[in-house]
């Protein structure tokens, strides 16, 4: 079974900067996963944020995040990234890790999910 856990999450000041870490199991080399980043705040619809294509030759960022938010991954050690810079009190949210095959997508249809980590940006 794949299995995302999330981790780095956390409660910063505006213009900080936070890194949330997805450690990836269950996938087998071989196997193509696009890695997503979406967040979710109370009374809010889950959004994308940040994309990256299995073979990492393709990113994509929502118009919000773009220019501060940096997604990368390693696949050899199984782990995904999410890097936030200039953080804003609108970022704060539920970060979910996501996994989907095989094409990269913006919107929530990825076949596995993490259990979220809580970002708290203050102001």
């Known amino acids: 079974q794949v299995q995302l856990v999330e981790s780095g999450g956390g409660l910063v000041q505006a213009g900080a900067s936070l890194t949330l870490s997805c450690a990836v199991s269950g996938i087998r080399a071989g196997t193509n996963y696009a890695m997503g980043w979406f967040r979710q705040a109370p009374g809010k619809e889950r959004e994308f944020v940040a994309g990256?294509?299995?073979?990492?030759?393709?990113?994509a960022y929502a118009d919000s995040v773009k220019g501060r938010f940096t997604i990368s991954r390693d696949n050899v050690n199984n782990m995904v990234y999410l890097q936030m810079n200039s953080l804003k009190p609108e970022d704060t949210a539920v970060y979910y890790c996501?996994?989907?095959?095989?094409?990269?997508?913006?919107?929530?249809?990825?076949?596995?999910w993490g259990q979220g980590t809580q970002v708290t940006v203050s102001s």
């Open positions: 990256s294509a299995w073979n990492g030759g393709s990113t």
């Open positions: 996501a996994a989907r095959k095989f094409r990269l997508s913006t919107t929530p249809d990825y076949d596995y």
